[in-house]
């Protein structure tokens, strides 16, 4: 399976590749839409989606709230499709209420592929990004070896976006073989890194059997603000565990604020999504099925995994300075 979707992404490149620029024209239009567009995930995710179409001379247009507003997408999902674009990338903040709007487009053949967040069960034609329940495995683990089998643990999220649900379940189900750890509350941030601010504060007053060990943000904006928490208490003896690369982030794990994140390829996904938006475009289908995940001979995978990694103090600078390098000069 991996390496026939390693096989999809070479073919993919070398298409567009020797099909070169030739046949783009500006009058193309791709839509990436997502929520929070002001944090520094989706600034990067932006920038991977604006160079593809930098190079291919086509016209990318960004949408989504700057906030964590699923009805505010929803609406800009619609006014989307209203334009009848080329295609459309899109990170889904609620599932079941995007699902309808990205069936309507297929519908009205516009290529919609998710990422970041997927609507599995609507008729997107594929996901691009992280395999969510292994980033939840591999901060799982980390989560058990740092507490020694043993401690409380509280999560921050925003309950419901599907990515997040499958990063926790992915913690879940590391911790489900250690009884000694437990999952004392799962906290919903609501979209504001300000709520886990103020919540972290709550838990770090907790003593005894009722004591906070652990702190795990399921999303970008959180471990900063969690970790600003414990450096004004000037507490040293609590484990936190973040999700992200963005600057703030680095810094802390730098810092010895923030014992490790998990890195996910926001850019890359950005990046593959137009490039397979305008693949589909330029060699359509007949007419887009809503049943390419169950077809063995579809031409489309059902999932593109952009990987993930684990930074801690070993390798942040190694983030870092690919950071710095990303930045407009």
């Known amino acids: 399976m991996r390496a026939q979707r390693y096989a999809w992404l070479l073919s993919l490149a070398a298409f567009g590749f020797l099909a070169g620029c ?3 024209s500006n ?10 567009l002001s944090l520094p995930y989706w600034k990067t995710a932006v920038a991977g989606f604006q160079k593809a179409a930098s190079q291919y001379d086509v016209t990318a247009k960004v949408d989504g709230p700057n906030n ?13 499709i209203a334009t009848h674009p080329n295609g459309i990338l899109i990170s889904v903040a609620d599932a079941p209420l995007m699902q309808p709007e990205i069936d309507s487009a297929i519908d009205q053949n516009i290529p919609v592929i998710t990422f970041d967040s997927d609507a599995p069960h609507s008729h997107r034609l594929y996901f691009i990004g992280t395999n969510n329940l292994e980033a939840g495995h591999l901060g799982g683990q980390r989560l058990v070896d740092k507490l020694g089998g043993k401690g409380n643990v509280v999560f921050f999220t925003n309950t419901g976006q599907p990515n ?11 911790m489900s073989l250690h009884p000694g750890i437990k999952e004392v509350e799962v906290f919903n ?4 890194s300000e709520n886990a601010f103020d919540k972290a504060q709550e838990y770090l007053a907790r003593t005894g059997d009722k004591k906070i060990d652990a702190f795990v943000c399921l999303e970008a904006s959180a471990g ?5 928490v414990l450096k ?10 973040a999700m992200d690369v963005d600057p703030d982030t680095l810094q802390d794990i730098k810092d010895g604020l923030i014992n490790a994140t998990i890195a996910q390829k926001p850019y890359t996904m950005g990046y593959i999504g137009l490039r397979a938006l305008d693949v589909i475009f330029h060699n359509p289908p007949t007419k887009l099925s809503p049943d390419y995940s169950q077809d063995s001979f579809s031409p489309f995978p059902v999932f593109v995994d952009t990987g993930t990694a684990e930074v801690d103090k070993n390798n942040v600078d190694i983030y870092l300075e690919s950071a710095a390098e990303a930045q407009p000069k």
């Open 22 to 24: 030739g046949r783009h």
């Open 27 to 36: 009058k193309e239009v791709y839509y990436l839409i997502a929520n929070n």
């Open 68 to 80: 964590f507003d699923p009805q505010a997408e929803l609406k800009d999902l619609h006014d989307a």
């Open 164 to 174: 997040l649900d499958e990063r926790l379940k992915g913690y879940e189900d590391i």
């Open 189 to 192: 941030i609501k979209g504001s």
């Open 224 to 228: 900063k603000d969690v970790a600003t």
């Open 232 to 241: 004004n208490n000037k507490v040293t003896d609590r484990l936190l565990i």
